[in-house]
């Protein structure tokens, strides 16, 4: 009951995004997490050296079907980074392996590649996941483009208008399309939306916050 | 007369080494606040930081070092590395922290 009320509380306050940056800096610890209507997902991580980190996750799936809590660990790794003058663009490897509960349960896995470019102004991310265990098959591929009106100071937040589309096999529902808010500060990343927003019976807030400590 | 001459040059050499108050760097690929944090509080946690100023717009790091320390541009550019980026350049200023942001701002004025 202490570890559900614990990761409800931390899920209402770290409700995070697929983030450009799936790690902190060199012995930095990250919070990410995303909660939805129908999907709750939180993990945690830590990186001893650059392009590595290793963590927890869990998340909880309403599928079609079945309902899923999946807990995993993890492992983040930098395939390629490219710092340019003015962007910077990675390609991520992601994989974890665990458990599934719920309505079927066993052996899961949750390998995922992530490619994204960012500049001051301009954020592009495209992020390929499956989500697996036996009897149960959430492949997750999503798309995210954003802008910024202008560029800030370190000290400021930068607000940033940014749109996801995501489809989700046996998920309840299936395809999302978010439009969102983003504030990017140098200690948190926050982020509100509404998926589909036009469509009364899908339409549900999305809400995320990054913290690296 | 020459010794004093030489004693003399090498005095203001010396001196002018000694006297580089910050590091400038140019950094590669450093376009976000939350990404580049790690830069700021790794610099801030070295025992020769007096100040550092990290500006997003021109991509530049400034570390003012305190007092009779050092701090080699070898050790300042592993820092960056270890942060995820890259340094462009890196060089020693005889200037303060407020001063290399008051050249900032009057470089922006003019432009």
Redesign the interface.
Known sequence: MLARLSLALLLLITLPAQ???LM???D?AMLMSEFSTDRKELMLNYSPA??HAFGVETMWMRGEKQTNLITNINYTG?IK????????ANLWFMTGIGEASGDSSGFSYSPSVQFDY???RVYFLAKARMVRAPHIQYDTYSLQGGFSFY??????T?PWIVVEARTTENMAMRNEITPALRL??????FELGITNPWDSESRTPRLNL?L?F | MKKLFVIAVLAIFTNTAFAATSIHAEVKGMVCAFCAKGINKKLRELDATQDVWVDLKNRMVVVELKDQKTMSLEAFTKLIKDAGYDVASVEYINKTLVEIKADHTHMKEVK
């Open positions: 983030a450009a940056a902190g800096f060199k930095s650059v392009g930098l980074r490219w710092n340019m003058p003015s962007g910077q960012e500049t001051t560029e800030t100071s370190f000290e400021e930068q990017i500060n140098q200690n948190y990343f990054m690296t």
